[in-house]
């Protein structure tokens, strides 16, 4: 069953090298039952462990069912130690954190075998446990816990079980108990190699190998030894795929193993948690930012143009020229021949005092036509807007923003009442929509018929302005053109005067440029939250690398009962990857409330869309996964022996 030849071991100490095993010869047949002993550093524990495939010899032959396993790789000797061995230690190497059950169910995970605890509890009952099985290591006598690690190594069937003083940590009672259980295993065929430096517990084997100074100095069979019959070597299945069912337990055991380290655990959360937070509020305040820009351009209508008087210089001196002055037919004329204009408003603006009562306040007056309210979505919330008839008429009627409405009327409805602008009666007949943001109150105006502004209160023979709505945003810019184009024919304008005489604003350049300006506000400011979550990310690699440092002997432990590299580091990238979900998780709730809570208590546009929050949880993940990765394989690169080893 197991044969080397000239295995030698040979350690590096400095300078110096330290023979552990020199030129080693040794056969062990199926079903025998070895005692190895010798004093401490005859290289017993290391002849075993190398029998064991936790070691590799420096040189000779280890054929183990005919194998030779010398050139093997790391994932093909855990998957022999899966399939053929079973491991007993001295100091038993349960996982604290796992009941008597699950300690002993935990190679079925790597096998991929089922039973799951099921088989644990009967393997607990065959070692006389069974009513343990929901008690930790730590609410364990010795002896238990050693029969524990034994019901753990035989719950993948081995064929061998290589036990390292496993009567060492027990009294004279356990010690005769786990002695019987192991004579009771190798009669039922189970090879069994045991490390003692005990000759009342050498004495129970069947053969004692005697070992000094890294050579055999003794080979000595007590008890006749019986092959059980032709035995037929097990070929070790493939290494199975990393499936959903894996990936699912790996985070079960994240959760419980993070879970056990509350504090360090929440610390390392706090990173990714504050970095999360960040990004959803910064991106909250950047899309209200961005709403409340689009809101306010939204005001102006779409695909607007406006067209103003400029300034024609003449012997340095500015003056408004006849030819550069607007008239309200200008207006209707651009419609008329220009098939692209869907809508042209003139209109006359100018400072008035309106009073009510005793109230008065100074406010911005608009002369204007009834096509405004379409225009510039004034249409009113109250009442109504003014009509082509009372514009021809001038008639004193007007519309009035929301905050003169607040500041002369308070809860009283305006609606009816008669409004003194500059002193002169005007019946109130509709309320705008309130508008909010801009440089200015948008809601501090008055809107009177451009006929009634004109000749009435601001003593205007021109208009100030025309609003042109375009009927198609591609036609902007060509309409453009030919609005300046027409204008200067029809108001025989000269060449050398065209470049002044008008000024023409495209708003859809505006509200462009805005928006460009918000969405890079945004970029910015998830950018520098995302620093957070960098941070954050760096955390976690630390937190894992201690992890790692102090669970060096629970990986050692797994690697020894079959984990492969790739389980260990799916262990622990799972670790990983749940701080960075719980943590973001709370950090997105933590970011849509702060967000909440600028709007309503500061007074802040937010707005929290769907989008970052994913992108928030999506990019905590990505952190997750990243800064855990490095940690996931260091972890799955450590020696099984050294891991086993490590205080």
């Known amino acids: 069953m197991i044969e080397i030849k000239g295995l030698t071991k040979v350690y590096q100490m400095g300078d110096n090298k330290v023979w552990a095993l020199k030129g080693v010869d040794l056969l062990i047949e199926e079903g ?3 005692a ?10 290391t002849l075993t462990q190398i029998l064991g495939l936790l070691d590799s010899p420096t040189s000779g032959s280890y054929k183990l069912n005919g194998r030779e396993v010398g050139h093997l790789t790391e994932e093909d ?21 796992m009941d008597a059950a699950e300690n002993v169910s935990l190679p079925l995970f790597y096998s991929k075998k089922s039973g799951g605890r099921d088989a644990g509890q009967k393997l607990l009952e065959r070692v006389g446990l ?9 609410e364990m006598s010795g002896g238990q816990q050693q029969r524990v690690a034994i019901a753990r190594s035989l719950v993948n069937a081995p064929r061998i079980i290589m036990a390292d003083e496993p009567t060492g940590n027990l009294d004279s009672v356990s010690e005769e108990e786990i002695m019987k259980i192991l004579q009771e295993l190798n009669a039922q065929g189970i090879t069994i190699l045991m490390v003692t430096h005990e000759d009342s517990i050498a004495e129970k084997a069947k053969r004692i190998i005697r070992i000094r100074d890294g050579e055999v100095l003794s080979d000595e069979r007590r008890v006749p030894h019986k092959a059980p019959g032709v035995s037929i070597a097990r070929i070790p299945p493939p290494p199975p795929p990393i499936g959903w069912r894996d990936i699912k337990e790996h985070f079960i055991q994240g959760k419980r193993t993070l879970a056990a380290n509350k504090i360090r655990t929440a610390l390392s ?13 910064m991106l909250a305040i950047g899309r209200g930012a961005q709403e409340s820009i689009e809101a306010q351009l939204s005001s102006l209508g779409s695909n607007m143009l406006v067209l103003r008087t400029g300034n024609i210089r003449r012997g340095g001196v500015a003056q408004l020229e006849s030819a550069s002055r607007m008239e309200y037919q200008d207006a209707k004329m651009l ?24 109230k008065n306040r100074s406010t911005q007056v608009i002369g204007t036509t009834p096509g405004y309210q379409e225009l510039r979505n004034a249409k009113p919330t109250l009442g109504r807007f003014f009509t082509d008839t009372e514009d021809q008429s001038r008639a004193r009627v007007t ?3 929301t905050t003169v409405v607040k500041d002369l009327f308070g809860d009283k409805n305006p609606i009816g009442e008669s409004l003194k602008v500059n002193k002169v009666n005007f019946l109130i007949i509709g309320v705008l929509p309130s508008k909010s943001g801009g440089w200015r109150d948008e809601n501090d105006v008055v809107i009177v018929p451009l006929q009634t502004g004109m000749k009435r209160l601001l003593g205007k023979t021109s208009v100030d302005s025309i609003n042109i709505q375009v009927r198609s945003a591609e036609a902007l810019s060509r309409t453009e053109d030919d609005v300046l184009e027409m204008m200067f024919k029809e108001k025989k304008v000269p060449f050398s005067q065209r470049e002044d005489t008008f000024e023409i604003q495209n708003m859809a350049d505006i509200q462009e440029a805005l928006s460009s300006t918000s969405k890079t506000m945004s970029v910015l400011l998830a950018s520098i939250a995302t620093i957070s979550l960098l941070v954050g990310g760096i955390g976690i690699m630390n937190i894992m690398l201690v992890s790692i440092t102090e669970r060096t002997k629970e990986i050692g432990l797994r690697k020894a009962v079959g984990a492969r590299p790739i389980d260990i580091l799916w262990q622990f990238l799972a670790e990983s990857v749940v ?19 600028l709007a309503s208590v500061a007074g802040w546009p937010t707005s929290v869309t769907w989008d970052a929050i994913a992108l928030a949880f999506g990019f905590s993940v990505l952190v997750g996964i990243v800064f855990g990765v490095y940690p996931a394989r260091k972890a799955s690169l450590l020696s099984p022996l050294e891991a086993l080893r490590y205080e």
Request: charged letters at 15%; a positive charge.
């Open 32 to 34: 025998d039952f070895v």
């Open 36 to 45: 190895i002993m010798g004093p401490s550093g005859s290289g017993k524990s």
């Open 77 to 97: 000797l855990a998957i022999l130690r899966r399939e053929e061995i079973g491991f007993i230690f001295q100091q038993f190497n349960l996982l604290p954190r």
């Open 130 to 138: 069974g009513p343990r099985s929901h008690h930790k290591p730590k």
């Open 269 to 281: 959360m706090l990173g990714i948690l504050i970095g999360v937070a960040s990004v959803v509020a």
């Open 335 to 358: 419609m008329e021949k220009l098939p692209a204009i869907k809508e042209a408003v003139p209109t006359v603006n100018g400072q008035v005092t309106v009073s009510f009562l005793n």
């Open 399 to 401: 519309v009035i923003g």
């Open 579 to 597: 701080v960075s979900v719980v943590g973001g998780t709370i950090g997105i709730l933590i970011g849509v409330t702060v967000s909440v809570l």
